[in-house]
């Protein structure tokens, strides 16, 4: 398993936006498939959104419409961009996926997370 990194989080206020990033802890990785999970304290971890290799996004209906999944393949970094945020999505965030190795061979990924409070 191959650790990712996560960073971007932060207290926004209802309304405002943050862009959290995804990319792999040692940079000989390469990013592919990717989503993005939360989880919000006393609640299950739940699926936000997910990018294929090739750039197609897929999003759960709650943030469709205010979040945006990218990647950017020469910074080998996968973005969460999301506005118009509320009190409940208010969770840590996290980044789990493929990635290709020096060798080819494709390994999973994941990261620890990335807190983001949405309050007034």
């Known amino acids: 398993q191959v650790q990712l990194v996560e960073s971007g989080g932060g207290l926004v206020q209802p309304g405002g936006s943050l862009r959290l990033s995804c990319a792999p802890a040692?940079?000989?990785?390469?990013?592919?498939?990717m989503a993005w999970y939360r989880q919000a304290p006393g609640m299950q971890r739940e699926w936000v959104a997910a990018?294929?290799?090739?750039?197609?996004?897929n999003y759960v209906d709650s943030v469709k419409g205010r979040f945006t999944i990218s990647r950017d393949g020469d910074k080998n970094t996968v973005y969460l961009q999301m506005n118009s945020l509320r009190p409940d999505d208010t969770a840590v965030y996290s980044c789990?996926?493929?990635?290709?190795?020096?060798?080819?061979?494709?390994?999973?990924?994941w990261g620890q997370g990335t807190e983001v409070i949405v309050s007034s």
């Open positions: 040692v940079s000989s990785y390469s990013i592919n498939g």
């Open positions: 789990e996926g493929g990635v290709i190795g020096s060798d080819g061979a494709d390994y999973g990924a």
């Open positions: 990018i294929t290799s090739t750039g197609r996004p």
